[in-house]
Nanobody, 123 residues
Framework: QVQLVESGGGLVQAGGSLRLSCAAS????????MGWFRQAPGKEREFAAT????????YYADSVKGRFTISRDDAKNTVYLQMNSLKPEDTAVYYC????????????????WGQGTQVTVSS
C-alpha cells in the first residue's frame, strides 16, 4: 500500500504561482509513475500532468502545458507540481495519485489518491 499527502494549495491572484507537493509513504515504487489531477466544482476530475519513475518523461494536459511543471525528488519520496501564470480557471482541488496502467491521461489508470489540496485563483 501507499499513502499520499498533498500540500501547498492556497489562494493566489491571477498570474501568481504555487508549488504543490505530494509526499508518498509505504510502497513507493510502481511500474509507471505519478500524476496530478484536478477537479473543479461541478466538473469531472481531469488530468493535469504525469511523470514516470525515472523522471525523464513528463506529459501535460494542453490546458496547463507551458505553465505547470511536474518533478520528483526520490530522496524525499515527493512529487511536485510547480504552477506558474495561474488563471482563475485553474481553481480546483488538486489530487496526486499513483499511475498503475499505461494510459497517461485516464483517471482509471491511477490509484491510491491523496485527499487533495484546494487551489483558488482570484481574478
Amino acid at each position: 500500500q501507499v499513502q499520499l499527502v498533498e500540500s501547498g494549495g492556497g489562494l493566489v491572484q491571477a498570474g501568481g504561482s504555487l508549488r504543490l507537493s505530494c509526499a508518498a509513504s509505504g510502497r513507493t515504487f510502481w511500474t509507471y509513475g505519478m500524476g496530478w489531477f484536478r477537479q473543479a466544482p461541478g466538473k469531472e476530475r481531469e488530468f493535469a500532468a504525469t511523470i514516470n519513475w525515472s523522471g525523464r518523461n513528463t506529459y501535460y494536459a494542453d490546458s496547463v502545458k507551458g505553465r505547470f511543471t511536474i518533478s520528483r525528488d526520490d530522496a524525499k519520496n515527493t512529487v511536485y507540481l510547480q504552477m506558474n501564470s495561474l488563471k482563475p480557471e485553474d481553481t480546483a482541488v488538486y489530487y496526486c495519485a499513483v499511475r498503475v496502467a499505461a494510459q497517461l491521461m485516464e483517471v482509471t489508470s491511477y490509484d491510491y489518491w491523496g485527499q487533495g489540496t484546494q487551489v483558488t485563483v482570484s481574478s
